[in-house]
């Protein structure tokens, strides 16, 4: 099958076209350009619409959807304190109901590729990993799914109760059996498996030695937290004798199949380190902003050429999940960390060209996606659009700037893998009514099972 897509401006992540075009055939990208444009089977013709590379999210966790609103004053360890004996009762059905929230969320805001790090398995619970995996693909979605573990109890000196913790032997056969029966290697891959131990404070150094050398094995990519918080610094130096990097460094979890949430709280020579190794950041700048948890060096590390994406980290500590709202974020932290540092050149601190290459080819950096992030010949068929005369938008100079600085409540239309999933800002591929109303209901059905 053959779809044309044609917008007002395409940027196609280098190029600005007016009345640029894009001919997929099988969800490939044949062919960009501008004017004439080819005949095709399908035709997606939207002349008020900006239309880019479909937007990355480089950090997340689905479930969390079903727990917005909890601990909303919380540093990070106080309000995980808070959640982690509610997140003990989830079950498939609060993951599908909480995934399927999230996902549409995405989709509506520009999301084509997202990952998702799920870490809680509670004992006597099946079929949480694989409810993630249907959802996608029910709503059309691009998925990374990161096999996660949590396996330091408070008993053993970690944060989370031991009610949420699993056995490391557990988890690594677990971990491999979601790789034989979900990872796709092939280029255009609608999934594929990460492997991704949740922190420094709810594993053990043993555990993420084992992931990654399970990860390498199979050669799949390995994700986790790091460097979020003073508080977990704090934790490593008096755990480990090492601030968190160092500890990732004696680890062997650096490398160009490695990428990290946050990246706050690391020195110079850590931004170097990072981005001499090739390893990823995924900067979660509303999610950051939420817990206060600090501003990540995203000029820093940007001039480093380091890797860096976006995510919108999961929804109990970002109550929203639209990437074009973390693009505006993710320019304003940037400009106000620099004015804090008493920099005159501050607003230049991040300009939206580069914010929105973070959403985009960025991310696909991170997730290891050389298929993804750009429109080009040969790139994956994944396009978003966004409405440009709109009472937000009309009559705005320059359209990427204003995009990002009035970032759009939901895109207009959403191209996966050269199918139309979002055309006129609704989703086609579920109603969203119906799952706007399961989120309710299983929100409240772990709030009560939950008994706080
Ligand atoms: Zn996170």
């Known amino acids: 099958m053959t779809l044309l897509i044609r917008a007002g401006l395409l940027y196609t992540g280098s190029q600005e076209l007016q009345g640029g075009w894009v001919l997929a055939r099988d969800g490939v990208i044949a062919k960009v350009g501008s004017g004439p444009a080819p005949h095709t089977d399908v035709v997606l013709d939207e002349p008020n619409c900006v239309a880019m590379p479909g937007l990355v999210n480089a950090h997340d966790h689905m479930y969390q959807w079903a727990t917005r609103g909890y601990a909303p004053d919380g540093t990070l360890f106080e309000w995980l304190r808070t959640l982690y004996p509610i997140w003990a009762h989830i079950d498939a059905g609060i993951v599908r109901g909480a995934a399927r929230a999230a996902m549409a969320r995405l989709l509506l805001s520009g999301c084509t590729l997202s990952t998702d790090h799920h870490y809680v398995f509670p004992r006597g619970q ?36 031991d009610s949420v913790v699993e056995k490391e032997d557990a988890i690594l056969a677990d971990t491999e059996e979601k790789i034989h029966r979900f990872h796709d290697p092939r280029p255009g891959s609608m999934c594929r498996v990460v492997v991704a131990p949740c922190s420094p404070f709810s594993v053990t150094p043993q555990l993420m030695r084992d992931s990654s050398e399970l990860a390498r094995r199979h050669g799949v990519r390995l994700h986790t937290h790091l460097a979020e918080t003073l508080d977990e610094e704090r934790f490593c130096v008096e755990r480990f004798g090492r601030r968190p990097m160092e500890l990732m460094e004696d680890l062997e979890w650096t490398g160009d199949d490695v990428w990290y949430a946050h990246g706050i709280h690391l020195n110079d020579a850590e931004v170097s380190r990072v981005a001499e190794t090739r390893t990823g950041i995924a900067h979660c700048p509303s999610s950051n902003m939420r817990l206060g948890a600090g501003a990540c060096r995203v000029e820093d590390l940007v001039r480093a050429q380091a890797r860096v994406g976006l995510g919108v980290d999961g929804s109990a500590s970002n109550e929203e999940s639209n990437l074009s709202v973390e693009v505006h974020q993710a320019l304003y932290l940037a400009r106000v960390r620099a004015g804090i540092l008493g920099r005159d050149d501050a607003p230049r601190a991040l300009d939206a060209r580069t914010a929105w290459r973070l959403a985009t080819a960025g991310g696909a950096e991170c997730l290891g996606r050389d298929d993804c992030g750009t429109l080009e010949p040969g790139k994956c068929a994944d396009v978003a659009f966004f409405r440009v005369d709109d009472l937000a938008h009309a009559g705005v100079d320059d359209l990427l700037a204003g995009l990002a600085l009035a970032p759009p409540a939901r895109a207009e239309a959403v191209v996966v893998n050269g199918r139309v999933v979002v055309r006129e800002g609704r989703l086609l591929t579920a109603d969203e009514d119906e799952i706007a109303r399961d989120i309710g209901a299983v929100s409240r059905r772990l709030h009560d099972l939950s008994g706080v």
Not at 138 to 146: I, S, T, W
């Open 126 to 161: 099946t079929g949480l990993f694989e409810t993630l995996v249907d959802s996608a693909r029910e709503l059309g979605l691009r998925f990374h799914p990161c096999r996660g573990s949590m396996s330091l109890g408070s008993s053993a000196g970690g944060l989370p109760p």
